[in-house]
């Protein structure tokens, strides 16, 4: 399995993920042909795919939970969203089935390491944020040593984290260009406004609250709405604005394209300590995958290959499959372990790559 753009498709590519839109699904796991669908899925807001080819046959791409509950937790939010615009009191209880879902798969998963990105709709943003995030959240907190009720009001919290945007104008939302000083304003509102709206829930503590406020405040008091230094701000929180800000750089907005999980990385390390709780964005960039499996990287003999598996502890040196040689030319494909050919390095990954679409 490999994760694809729309103009990578080609008619030997198997879907290797089923793509779901509103809870509906729009193209099952193992259709192929898909070429014919990219235009379809661009109007979606879709703009990746996981494939499975010959050329990644046999590549696995871990997840911390399944899609199963994936697709659930998305689908309850969905529903909750609703209430929160429809009624003066919200039940969540709901929830609790699908937050026990997620915290049960990522306890009993000792070594798991984030690799998969959510490809959901463009206008499915705000869902498949909350539920990578939480997951993220859930990562950073097991590390930790959070007890099961911490770990259940964590997630409650991150997964209703960004609830308050249901009151702010959609057109400044999805506003492509950059905002204006006051589209910037209203939108920093959806923290004060979230954390209003989350009183609706009786069954909500203000544990779980307090992310919708605080997530944006940064440790040295750069954030919003308060402009709060570390001290002022509870971990949840800290842990929260890692994990969104990691989410929301690796996946597709309206504004900009995705980055690589490299350059996401890079970005919480340079902000570590100023920004950001350093101690948490070590926890975190130690479980994720530099160069997740089933991803394009371009080596240092200039050969292309996609990534086949972890080294654990080496984040930058996993196994090849190399498909290209150096001159960008189809190969019979061979294995690579960059650990033990330590003269090749991985030079960029397919997000940097602009010739990406010959491959
Ligand atoms: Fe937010």
Same mark, same amino acid.
């Not at 000792?110 to 959901?120: A, F, K």
């Given at each position: 399995m490999r994760l694809v753009s729309?103009?990578?498709?080609?008619?030997d590519m198997v879907l290797a993920k089923a793509i779901y839109y509103k809870d509906c699904l729009v193209l099952r796991e $193992?259709?192929?042909?898909?070429p014919r669908f990219a235009k379809s899925l661009r109007n979606l807001g879709i703009e990746y795919v996981y494939v499975s080819d010959p050329k990644s046959d046999g590549i696995v791409i871990p997840d911390a939970i399944s899609e199963e509950t994936r697709v659930n937790c998305k689908k309850i939010l969905r529903q909750t969203i609703d209430d929160f615009e429809t009624k003066t009191v919200v039940d969540i209880s709901e929830m609790d089935g699908t937050i026990n879902n997620i915290i049960d798969e990522i306890l009993a998963n000792?070594?798991?390491? *984030?690799?998969?990105?959510? *490809?959901?709709a463009s206008d499915e943003y705000t869902f498949s944020h909350s539920v990578s995030t939480t997951v993220y959240s859930l990562l950073i907190a097991k590390d930790l040593g959070y007890n099961r009720q911490m770990l259940e009001k964590l997630a409650a919290g991150t997964l209703l984290?960004?609830?308050?945007?249901?009151? *702010?104008d959609k057109k400044i939302l999805n506003k492509k260009g950059v905002l204006s000083p006051e589209e910037l304003e209203h939108v920093k509102q959806h923290t004060t406004l979230g954390y209003e709206l989350l009183k609706k829930c009786p069954n909500l503590t203000e544990l779980s609250r307090i992310i919708a406020l605080q997530h944006h405040e940064r440790m040295d008091g750069? $954030?919003?709405? $308060? $402009?709060?230094?570390a001290g002022e701000l509870h971990e949840f929180a800290r842990i929260v604005a890692i994990a969104d800000v990691y989410d929301a750089l690796i996946s597709d907005r309206c504004y900009r394209r995705k980055w690589s999980c490299n350059n996401a990385v890079n970005y919480l390390v340079e902000h570590a300590e100023t920004k950001f709780d350093l101690k948490l964005v070590s926890i975190l960039i130690k479980q994720i995958a530099i160069y997740p499996n089933g991803s394009m990287v371009r080596l240092s003999t200039n050969a292309m290959g996609i990534v086949k598996e972890q080294n654990k502890n080496f984040p930058l040196r996993p196994v090849i499959r190399v498909i290209t040689n150096e001159k960008g030319n189809d190969i019979v494909p061979f294995e690579l372990d960059l650990m033990k050919v330590l003269s090749i390095t991985i030079m960029e990954s397919e997000l940097e790559m602009e010739s990406l679409d010959k491959i």
């Open positions: 729309l103009s990578m498709l080609r008619p $193992g259709l192929s042909d898909l000792p070594d798991v390491q *984030i690799s998969l990105n959510d *490809i959901s984290h960004d609830f308050g945007k249901v009151l *702010i750069s $954030g919003y709405p $308060g $402009g709060h230094m």
